[in-house]
T-cell receptor, first 111, second 115 residues
């Protein structure tokens, strides 16, 4: 019940396309859902986060869609660019420091 | 701000040796985390400090691992003796608060290889 399942494991998208990464969770007590972006040789960095009281949050080309009833949330990257090529992790928290991370999605955007 | 600083960036050691990883959190942050990242297990929280006090060490794999935070600006993660299965990237992160709404800022990591 503590798991966060992330898919796909890897994703290849053409420049200008939409990248979609999905996550699912079981524990309804989770109340904070961040997405982290990690470039090779770097630590993860917070990209965008959402709480379950909203169904969507947008920051620039990045959007989180949240479906509370389905216990799913997804990251959409619009107009994907080669510079977006990185590994993306979803995570969930029960209002505490303890993040449960997904297994990661390696995104490659082709020029 | 320089962000979270970790040293060394890379460490290669032989099985049985002691390994010490170092972390300097962002100034003013009161929470510090040590994570381990592997292909098999992903990102795992090892230990969490709040105001220099270890609060949750339930993720520490076994007694060979120990962590200290002698002051607000320095923490160490020690593995003694090291084993090949400890090979991973170890991240230190810090945050301003302890709830899930506070961003955790990660350092660049230490890539540990135990031969």
């Amino acid at each position: 019940q503590q798991q966060v399942k992330q898919s796909p494991q890897s994703l290849i998208v053409q420049k200008g396309g939409i990248s979609i990464i999905n996550c699912a969770y079981e524990n309804t007590a989770f109340d904070y859902f961040p997405w982290y972006q990690q470039f090779p040789g770097k630590g993860p960095a917070l990209l965008i986060a959402i709480r379950p009281d909203v169904s969507e949050k947008k920051e620039g080309r990045f959007t989180i869609s949240f479906n509370k009833s389905a216990k799913q949330f997804s990251l959409h990257i619009m107009d994907s660019q080669p510079g977006d090529s990185a590994t993306y992790f979803c995570a969930a928290s029960r209002g505490t420091y303890k993040y449960i991370f997904g297994t990661g999605t390696r995104l490659k955007v082709l020029a | 701000d320089a962000g979270v600083i970790q040293s060394p960036r890379h460490e290669v050691t032989e099985m049985g040796q002691e390994v010490t990883l170092r972390c300097k959190p962002i100034s003013g942050h009161n929470s510090l985390f040590w994570y381990r990242q592997t292909m098999m297990r992903g990102l795992e929280l090892l230990i969490y400090f709040n105001n220099n006090v270890p609060i949750d060490d339930s993720g520490m794999p076994e007694d060979r691992f120990s962590a200290k935070m002698p002051n607000a600006s320095f923490s160490t993660l020690k593995i003694q003796p090291s084993e090949p299965r400890d090979s991973a990237v170890y991240f230190c992160a810090s945050s301003l608060g302890t709830s899930g709404g506070y961003e955790q800022f990660f350092g660049p990591g230490t890539r540990l290889t135990v031969l």
